[in-house]
């Protein structure tokens, strides 16, 4: 992550923004002709939490419209329109794109799907799109109808939320995540602990996404959203018994404190660092006459089915046997996992009537789900031609994206999000 020195930040902040002061204690938005609370730019708040606001920069949640994140850019575009045009419906529903919620809530709040007009449209999920929300009502609307991402809370129009409310008044504190300097916090500030120190802040944008077929394609999985569910069949009949669990929150993994404050990375599938904290990969080999054969142990340590979420994730296991020169003699797929070893591909198989694989808008039902689930251990077999081979080697790759979606929008992202990120390996010489 870049990090400017502290002069840089003031004077980039200076030079970006409307304006250095913050609002005062006394005065409401209204009165002060300042702009309202959910159209403060995060670079404001980042005046006094400056490394949470480095931090946020650095995340996903400030990349998340289709301006800033090319993935989502380019399925956006085919799905809605352009993202700095005015009244842009969703193609199928023919509806203001429910996308926006999620992606870009600020600019859902106030409706509008022009993403350049105002600078917090374009942080996405930025200080305020949190920071302002009073309670969750849940993604089930009364009519039965979701209500997904901003639509799912309440939110203040005078004051900020916190965990714990800044109670010091008008005395000089430092702020959580600023530098040593004394600040008077001049912000109106609220205390929601049930609320942030919760899931719930999360759920309504990560709990599950649906398509215009009202198939779910992204979902958090059960656990953590506190059940258990038990498939068992009674007289032949499959039944589903849910029961209530204790499940840990997302801010436990995603939020911790670091240097004295919460650490606001929050980071996912695009940290290669936090890829490699998901499966523990091993592996021995027995040798026979004439047989070697490699056993490799996938162990998804967490609550999260592995990947989750977005339904083009996937996990490609690639197990390759190597001379004493250290050529590759053997693999156990060359081109296509998918087509020539499927079990070495762990994805959410979306699919069409005719069973076709399709992408998620398109998507009628799903075809199969061979993704890790939550502490799963998964063990595979492979039997490798001995002659010559004196080391196997086990790698398991993380993909943001699937091979049949690199060749359609491939040519729109920079290498990076192309790129298959190391979650393990494994080396067994014989
Ligand atoms: C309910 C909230 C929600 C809605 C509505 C939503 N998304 Fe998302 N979207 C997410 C979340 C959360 C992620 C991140 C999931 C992950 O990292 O696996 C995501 C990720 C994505 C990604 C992957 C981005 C990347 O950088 O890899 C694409 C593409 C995407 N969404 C497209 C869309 C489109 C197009 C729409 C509208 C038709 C939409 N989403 C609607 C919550 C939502
Ligand atoms: C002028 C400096 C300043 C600015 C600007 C500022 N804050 Fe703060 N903030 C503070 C200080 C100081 C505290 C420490 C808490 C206290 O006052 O006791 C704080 C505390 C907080 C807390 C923790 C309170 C809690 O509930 O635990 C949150 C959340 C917060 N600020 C969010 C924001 C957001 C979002 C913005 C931008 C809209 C913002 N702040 C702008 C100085 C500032
Ligand atoms: C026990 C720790 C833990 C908990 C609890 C947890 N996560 Fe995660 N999560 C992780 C780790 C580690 C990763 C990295 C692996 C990855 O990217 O799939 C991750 C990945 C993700 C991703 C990216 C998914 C992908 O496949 O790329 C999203 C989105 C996410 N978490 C959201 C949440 C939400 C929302 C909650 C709460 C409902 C939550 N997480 C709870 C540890 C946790
Ligand atoms: C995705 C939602 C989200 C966004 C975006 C977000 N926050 Fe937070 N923030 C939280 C949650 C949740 C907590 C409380 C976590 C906890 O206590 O476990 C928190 C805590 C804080 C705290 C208290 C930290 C402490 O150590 O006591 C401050 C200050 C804060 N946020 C400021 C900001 C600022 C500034 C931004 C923008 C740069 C921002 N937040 C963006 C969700 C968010
Ligand atoms: C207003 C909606 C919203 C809220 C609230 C929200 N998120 Fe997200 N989150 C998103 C979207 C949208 C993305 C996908 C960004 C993208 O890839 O384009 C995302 C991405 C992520 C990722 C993946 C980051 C990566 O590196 O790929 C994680 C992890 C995550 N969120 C965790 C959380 C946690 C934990 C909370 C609660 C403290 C939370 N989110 C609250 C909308 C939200």
């Known amino acids: 992550m870049a990090v400017l020195g502290k002069q840089g930040l003031t004077f980039a902040l200076l030079a970006l ?10 005065e409401t938005p209204a009165e002060s002709g300042r702009p309202p609370l959910n159209h403060v730019p995060s670079a404001n708040c980042g005046e ?13 949640h400030a990349k998340s419209t289709a301006l800033t994140d090319p993935i989502h850019g380019a399925v956006y575009r085919m799905e809605a329109g352009d993202p700095s045009e005015e009244g842009v419906t969703h193609k199928v529903t023919k509806s203001f794109p429910a996308c926006l919620q999620c992606h870009a809530p600020i600019a859902a709040r106030d409706k509008t799907t022009k993403l350049d007009a105002k600078p ?22 009364e009519d039965g109808k979701l209500t997904l991402g901003a639509s799912a809370y309440e939110y203040s129009k005078d004051s900020l939320i916190g ?14 995540g600023g530098d040593n300097e004394p600040k008077v916090n001049a912000f109106t500030h609220k205390a929601n602990a049930p609320l942030f120190k919760s899931s719930d802040i999360c759920l309504g944008c990560h709990q599950t996404m649906v398509n215009p077929q009202k198939l779910a394609v992204c979902t958090i999985g059960d656990l953590l959203l506190g059940k258990e569910v038990k498939e068992t069949k009674v007289k032949g009949k499959e039944v589903k018994e849910t029961r209530d669990i204790v499940a840990p929150t997302c801010q436990s993994c995603h939020m911790p404190v670091v240097n004295g404050f919460v650490s606001h990375e929050i980071a996912g599938g695009h940290d290669p ?19 070697l054969k490699a056993t490799i142990i996938l162990k998804n340590t967490l609550l ?13 296991l690639k197990v390759t046997a190597l001379n004493d020169k250290g050529e590759v003699v053997w693999s156990n797929f060359k081109e296509d996992p998918d087509k020539e070893d499927p079990q070495s591909l762990m994805i959410l198989k979306l699919v069409n009537n005719e069973g076709q694989p399709v992408m998620p ?19 595979l077999y492979y039997n490798v031609p001995p002659a010559g081979v004196k080391t196997v080697r086990a790698e398991l790759y993380y993909n943001l994206i699937t091979k049949p979606m690199k060749e359609k929008i491939g040519d729109k992202l920079p290498d ?6 190391l979650v393990g390996r494994a080396e067994a010489g014989l």
């Open 163 to 176: 965990p714990e409310g800044a109670f010091n008044g008008n005395k000089p504190v430092k702020a959580p």
């Open 120 to 141: 917090m449209y374009a942080e996405g999920v930025n200080c305020v799109a949190c920071h302002t929300m009073t309670a969750f009502k849940g993604i089930q609307g």
């Open 48 to 60: 006094c939490h400056q490394d949470i606001y480095l931090q946020w920069q650095g995340s996903m």
């Open 416 to 421: 990076e999000l192309k790129t298959p990120a």
């Open 273 to 291: 660092e936090k890829v490699r904290k998901s499966v523990a990969l091993s592996m021995f080999t027995t040798e026979g006459e004439n047989k």
């Open 304 to 316: 999260h089915t592995m990947p989750n979420s977005a339904p083009f994730r996937n996990l490609v």
């Open 361 to 379: 808008p398109q998507a009628t039902k799903v075809g199969g789900d061979t993704r890790l689930k939550p502490g799963e251990k998964r063990v």
């Open 17 to 26: 923004f409307w304006s250095a002061a913050p609002l005062s204690a006394s």
